[in-house]
């Protein structure tokens, strides 16, 4: 196991409403970044946070967003959803420029 | 802009026998490589990373990749396969040299392993 843990495991919501998942990284991690692995896919980048600033976006839109906090747990909000959103998500965490451990993630379905 | 292309969506192989995953990559910078590996309905696990120490990486479980740069290739291999190694492999590659992953991780499709008995 990595020491990161991801919260819920399992989430159903309705097109147009929002979400919030949560991250909690391993012990001495300073920095989380979060992706999305459609179904059958690779994992996509969204978003990556260093002492509590965005430090690069991947290409999704700005109802995607995230907050690191000081102790470096992280959230995941995504507004509007649309069926498209579902997914896993899954958040990784390192020290900076250090390998990325992930959590078992969040699947997200949108109905 | 970098990428990773693995050239097998699936691959199959009898319990005892090698394993060769293949994946190339493209990166304006000296890369760094991982493989992870993905069991079913479980997060992804680190299974080896390049480091630029050494051009032939060991991991864990007798999984071993080998860095060519002049093929830009990054194959992962194992002598003899195991039931437990069935799962979906992802060549990974992010800018940042030195085994670091600066910023993103760019994933492959990932090829799903099958291993028979």
């Known amino acids: 196991e990595t020491g990161v843990t991801q919260s819920p495991t399992h989430l159903i919501k309705t097109r147009g409403q929002q979400v919030t998942l949560r991250c909690s990284s391993q012990s001495g991690h300073n920095t989380v970044s979060w992706y999305q692995q459609a179904l059958g896919q690779g994992p996509q980048f969204i978003f990556q946070y260093y002492r509590e600033e965005e430090n690069g976006r991947g290409n999704f839109p700005p109802r995607f967003s995230g907050l690191q906090f000081p102790n470096y747990s992280s959230e995941l909000n995504v507004n509007a959803l649309e069926l498209d959103d579902s997914a896993l998500y899954l958040c990784?965490?390192?020290?900076?420029?250090?390998?990325?451990?992930f959590g078992p993630g969040t699947r997200l379905l949108v109905l | 802009a970098q990428s990773v292309t693995q050239l097998d969506s699936h691959v199959s192989v009898s319990e005892g026998t090698p394993v060769l995953l293949r994946c190339n990559y493209s990166s304006s910078y000296s890369p760094s490589l991982f493989w992870y590996v993905q069991h079913p309905n479980k997060g992804l696990q680190l299974l080896l990373k390049y480091t630029s120490a050494a051009t032939l990486v060991k991991g864990i479980n007798g999984f071993e990749a080998e860095f060519k740069k002049s093929e830009t290739s990054f194959h992962l291999t194992k002598p003899s396969a195991h039931m437990s190694d069935a799962a979906e492999y992802f060549c990974?590659?992010?800018?940042?040299?030195?085994?670091?992953?600066?910023?993103?991780?760019?994933f492959g499709q990932g090829t799903i392993l099958t291993v028979h008995p």
């Open positions: 990974v590659v992010s800018e940042g040299a030195g085994g670091t992953s600066y910023g993103k991780l760019t």
């Open positions: 990784a965490s390192s020290t900076r420029g250090g390998t990325q451990y």
